[in-house]
């Protein structure tokens, strides 16, 4: 029996993508999780990628969020300048490539605690993550 | 010789998703639901899946794009574009790889959206439009990130790193065929232009022309040709992800694994090998495929690189025709492993000749450190 795309089936609806697209739209940044090995998993997908499972829940990470990785793509001044390219380690283990705002994007370290920011709204929203203020996090 | 493939592998399940119109869902949704359904009825597990054969019209490297998405670790996969015919073809393919044991459960796949994402961005889905965003300048920024954690977590230094391409150099000197063969220092190296932190113009490889072709045969006719064979001896691929954030590790790669295959197959280990080609896409290749390869300890490779160590005279000879970084580079460098390798095994290789040259090793790097290949060649089997 072919029971995709009807009502109730896992495969119904938007697909990840869209789903996850149009959260960021709406200013909320939400990964998923799997019903059915309980592991979370970045970029979105159909069928989770240690089970196989299509049992799928979307859910707002922790913050704080940890750089893993990062780099200063060089760029003419006329061009537009330098800018910074990381991976973040997401307290849940995914980890995402994203840009660190809010800071010279050389002085971006491995191990700093930032916190994610959608930036733009819409079809235009970026998810940045900007360093951890004084005073605490918000999630 | 009894080899037939003629009954020698079956289809045990089979699933379709999205027929029609499928609205809001991507190319790869479509192909994981799909999946999915023939897991189902073949009553297999995701993690069953040792092989995978797939293409698709929007990816780059439809292998690594599908494999990361559903999660796999192929033994051995394919996506040689053949066009829609190409489906067929891997049922030839994937009942040869079973046939060798080279693979034990094979999946088939393709999906597409091209109906309702007509004319739309961002149809294809996996990782690439994730990253998209942040314009990494691809492939460079992938092997900064990488580099920028090796040095975080182990000390590797961009001294380290230069003298990857000082040997390299000093090998292209002793080679007519390299492409830019004046001496380097460690100063040209630290002080050239920084491209993406810690990487500069000449971590990086060459962009050149150029061409390469190596034929095989069997071995019980390969002594019938006018030049010595190089056998051989043992060969293995691995993938773990299409790009670097979806790594388990960014500092380790699926050579780990593609390398211990090839030895296992070829009976050798790292201490036979008498001379490696490793396609150096960036200084950084070099110390992680040495690493993950077995030649050294995880994390070592920085200093085990940079005492001469892989440079004319050292004890590792590695890329003796002056590599990616300084003979060629024209856009994919696998193949000149393979034929820098024979020439060094038929002992054709002059001044750089490595001596006693007996076993060779191959190592390819594709795409952003992901697709990881080893082939062990020996003059004798």
Aim: charged share 20%.
């Amino acid at each position: 029996m072919n029971d995709a795309h009807v009502e109730g089936s896992p495969f119904g609806g938007p697909g990840p993508d869209e789903t996850f697209r149009r959260k960021l739209g709406e200013g909320q940044f939400e990964i998923q999780e799997c019903q059915s090995c309980s592991r979370f998993f970045f970029y979105p997908r159909a069928i989770c990628k240690y089970c196989g499972s299509a049992n799928l829940h979307w859910r707002r990470p922790q913050s704080p969020v940890t750089v893993y990785a990062t780099t200063v793509v060089r760029r003419k001044p006329q061009d537009g300048g330098d800018y910074n390219v990381a991976i973040v380690e997401l307290q849940e283990g995914p980890r995402m490539m994203s840009r660190i705002e809010d800071i010279a994007p050389g002085d971006v370290r491995i191990g700093m605690a930032v916190q994610p920011c959608v930036r733009g709204q819409g079809s235009d929203a970026v998810l940045v993550f900007v360093p951890v203020q004084p005073g605490g996090t918000h999630g | 010789m009894d080899k037939s493939l003629r009954g020698s592998a079956a289809i045990v399940g089979v699933a379709t998703a999205g027929i029609g119109e499928a609205p809001g869902r991507s190319s790869l949704e479509l192909l994981a639901e799909a999946v999915n359904g023939a897991l189902a009825d073949a009553g297999l597990a995701l993690d069953e899946v040792d092989g995978l054969f797939c293409n698709t019209s929007v990816h780059s490297h439809p292998a690594l794009s599908v494999g990361e998405y559903l999660g796999l670790r192929p033994r051995y996969s394919e996506s040689s574009s053949l066009g829609g015919s190409s489906f067929i073809g891997y049922a030839l393919t994937a009942a040869m790889a079973l046939q060798l044991g080279l693979c034990n459960v094979a999946l088939i796949c393709y999906g597409s959206n091209q109906r309702t994402a007509l004319g739309k961005l961002a149809a294809k889905g996996g990782s690439q439009d994730y990253e998209a965003p942040y314009r990494p300048r691809h492939p460079i920024t992938s092997f900064a990130l990488a580099t920028s954690r090796h040095m975080h977590e182990y000390g590797t230094t961009r001294e380290h790193l230069a003298s990857v391409a000082i040997s390299a150099r000093q090998w292209a000197g002793l080679n007519p065929e390299a492409f830019m063969r004046e001496p380097l220092t460690l100063a040209d190296v630290l002080n050239a232009r920084m491209i993406s932190d810690p990487i500069t113009t000449r971590d990086c490889c060459l962009v050149t022309d150029g061409a390469g072709a190596v034929i095989m045969v069997r071995s019980e006719r390969a002594r019938d040709f006018p030049q010595p064979p190089a056998y051989f001896l043992g060969g293995a691929i691995a993938h773990w992800h299409m790009q670097v954030d979806q790594m388990e590790r960014i500092t380790q790669t699926a050579a780990t694994d593609s390398g211990a295959r090839a030895f296992a197959m070829a009976g050798l280990t790292p201490t036979d090998v008498d001379v490696l080609q490793i396609y150096d896409a960036f200084t950084i290749n070099i110390p992680l495929a040495l690493e993950d390869l077995g030649f050294c300890q995880k994390g070592e490779g920085g200093p085990f690189v940079a005492d001469g160590r892989i440079a004319p005279g050292g004890p590792l000879p590695v890329n003796t025709n002056g590599g990616g970084l300084s003979c060629c580079h024209p856009g994919q460098y696998g193949v000149f492993t393979l034929i820098e390798a024979t020439r060094q095994l038929r002992g054709e290789c002059g001044p750089r000749q490595v001596a006693n040259a007996r076993v060779a090793l191959c190592h390819g790097n594709g795409g952003r450190l992901a697709s990881q290949t080893t082939a062990l060649l020996g003059s004798e089997i």
